[in-house]
């Protein structure tokens, strides 16, 4: 029976365009192995497009050697409507496919809902590996659940580019261990590193141990990696382990419940730590090879809100309590970098306070342990649910207490995101979408260096076009290393949203309210633009279908987006 698990859409804006491809569009039919035999008779002779709202599955691990490869599902009939699905298969003998996409050249997914498990429930060891040398991997505006249980996304291929935009990320990992692989791996063994990683506007819920594994000591030096706006909600352990970057951006991102596996002091100094500075915090750096002072490089690590649930911090207490009456090692939890203390000796707080010989190294304005108020109650159970995980799996784990003293993993608190709240139900499509990470409070919703909310601003349309309006200014200002927030006149209407123009509905014709000879923008809520007009006081809009869409209307140094109806 098809596998449709309740699921997700992202609004999204296509970070890298596809006008690149004049190539014809072959339809897939939905199917069991369609894709599979597709391919093999098309290879990289087409952009293959998949229904939106259907099933697929495979049949075999996709490879493209030799050939750049394009999947997009279709826009669905309505916003908001349900894409296509792209399951992954087992063997005759029942065992699921290592991994659904081996690639060996260039790949582009977008608006797509991959399955990586079974039909019998079983998930996937990889989503994708990519070892191409100079290849580009552009995933954009898709969902995966489950993502997977060792490693997510393998680029390991020397030089590469990665563009990780728009995208829900669930349920990556297991509940056996805390060490469960990474969501990205970029290591590679060929001395050169990552050309690009842009990680952006994306929502990873339920991950494993590290988000980012890189290279850990060895000499690979990654050229430009930016995670940015991004909402990372129910985290196990580390966040980066690439320790080599000519430009590197933590920046924007809302974490909730993000390291929540307490740290042994017996495992200090972390791999590709320094064993004289051991105290290690969740965000690696250090000098790159032949740097000359005063470096270039950039590390700007700004404008972040690292929340724990306050029942881990008293749950601490009590697991050192265990291990000191069990003679182990203290624990602790880690923040972004650790405080200049004698006590926590760490290199990289020394080389961030070291503004003399690393003038663009920015760390700072980080909000600790604020209450996003998500506006689904359903977080808060899975964060507690993540805490009683939490006090078993630390004696197993960090204490190496045996594991036959306490309950098997299948009795322990269940803390993945399922929206049956429970397993997953693998034989009906419950409603979509089923995720929600809006949030309300008012400090973060403008604790961004733009003034702008914190996290993945999907959730947030209007703020997210403001963002889109202005993204060049934007990054060019933190690429300066710029720390201090940025003012923008027309930020007080984004927030507002007050109307600029009338009908609202519309059904013909719109025209302005308070300001004449505007430039005017309108896209779908998933970031297509459907319509622009320059030095216009009216606009015709009759040729748009029923719906809701984002407007942007620019005079000058002002503009506002609001949200559009329009209503035949």
């Known amino acids: 029976m098809k596998n449709k698990v309740s699921q997700f859409v992202l609004a999204i804006m296509l970070t890298c365009s596809l006008t690149a491809y004049a190539l014809p569009t072959l339809v897939v039919e939905p199917g069991v192995g369609t894709l599979n035999a597709a391919i093999t008779a098309n290879q990289g002779n087409v952009i293959y497009q998949l229904k939106a709202g259907e099933w697929y599955q495979l049949t075999s691990t996709i490879q493209n050697s030799g050939f750049d490869l394009t999947i997009i599902g279709a826009d669905p009939a309505t916003p908001g409507g349900m894409p296509a699905t792209l399951q992954t298969g ?56 489950p993502t997977g249980t060792g490693t997510g996304f393998s680029l390991t291929g020397s030089n590469s580019k990665t563009y990780f ?28 590193g990552v050309d690009t990683l842009l990680v952006q506007n994306n929502t990873f819920v339920a991950t494993g141990t590290v988000l980012h594994s890189g290279n850990l000591g060895k000499v690979n030096i990654d050229n430009f990696s930016k995670w940015d706006h991004n909402s ?26 993000v390291n929540t596996q307490p740290y ?27 740097d000359v002072f005063p470096s270039a490089t950039l590390q700007f690590v700004q404008y972040n809100n690292h929340y724990r649930n306050p029942k881990f911090y008293t749950q601490l207490t009590q697991l050192n309590a265990i291990g000191k009456a069990n003679s182990k090692p203290l624990l602790r939890y880690m923040s972004l970098l650790m405080p200049l203390d004698s006590i926590n000796v760490s290199r990289e707080t020394e080389m961030f306070a070291n503004s003399t010989s690393f003038p663009k190294w920015k760390n700072g304005h980080t909000l600790n342990d604020v209450d996003p108020q998500f506006v689904d109650p359903m977080i808060y159970k899975r964060s507690d649910s993540l805490v009683l995980w939490t006090l078993t799996a630390t004696q197993v784990h960090a204490f190496g207490l045996p594991s036959a003293n306490f309950p098997p993993a299948s009795k322990w608190a269940k803390w993945h995101w399922y929206p049956s709240d429970g397993l997953m139900d693998l034989s009906i499509n419950s409603d979509w979408p089923a995720f929600n990470a809006k949030y309300t409070n008012p400090a973060l919703l403008t604790a961004s260096i733009e003034g702008l909310p914190l996290g ?21 200002y933190m690429r300066a290393a710029n720390d201090a927030k940025m003012t923008f006149t027309a930020l007080a209407n984004v927030q507002s949203e007050t109307v600029s123009f009338y009908p609202n509905p519309a059904r013909d014709m719109i025209a302005l309210k308070g300001v004449r000879n505007a430039d005017f923008t309108i896209c779908t809520l998933d970031g297509r633009v459907v319509k622009t007009a320059q030095k216009a006081t009216i606009l015709n809009v009759s040729d748009l279908h029923s719906g809701i869409y984002l407007i942007t209307i620019k005079e000058g140094n002002t503009s506002s987006t609001e949200k559009l109806m329009i209503q035949k």
């Open 232 to 257: 990372i909600i129910l985290q196990k352990s580390q966040i980066d382990w690439q320790t080599f970057e000519r430009e590197y951006y933590w920046t924007n991102n809302l974490m909730f419940d």
């Open 264 to 290: 042994s002091l017996a495992w200090d100094p972390m791999p590709g730590a320094d064993k004289g500075k051991p105290r290690s915090g969740l965000i690696y750096a250090d000098t790159i090879k032949n």
């Open 90 to 145: 087992a063997s005759v003998s029942g065992a699921v496919f290592q991994q659904m996409f081996n690639s060996l050249g260039n790949l582009t997914l977008k608006n797509i809902y991959f399955v990586n498990c079974s039909l019998t429930g079983t998930v996937g060891a990889y989503f994708m590996t990519n070892g191409a040398t100079n290849g580009r991997t552009i995933i954009n505006k898709c969902v995966f659940n």
């Open 165 to 192: 935009t728009d995208n829900l990320v669930m349920n990556y990992g297991h509940e056996l261990s805390p060490n469960d692989g990474f969501v990205f791996n970029t290591a590679n063994t060929t001395g050169i």
């Open 456 to 476: 993945d601003l999907n959730w947030f349309p209007a703020q997210k076009a403001f963002w889109l309006a202005h993204k060049t200014e934007i990054d060019n």
